[in-house]
């Protein structure tokens, strides 16, 4: 498996695991859906806006 490969199956992981944290998070469904279209349509900026300002973000 080349370098590319294994940087896939990492980025498939974190999205898995954004995906899940949105699913179990106490945001609306209507937020949920939100969420899960911007990791989905904008792979990494949309896993670090998440991660950042998303349900279930870190907070300061």
Known sequence: MGDLGLLGLIHLAIWVYAVIQ???SSASTTEKVLWIIIVAALPLIGI???YFMGPGSPKK
């Open 22 to 24: 949105i699913f179990g």
């Open 48 to 50: 670090i806006a998440w």
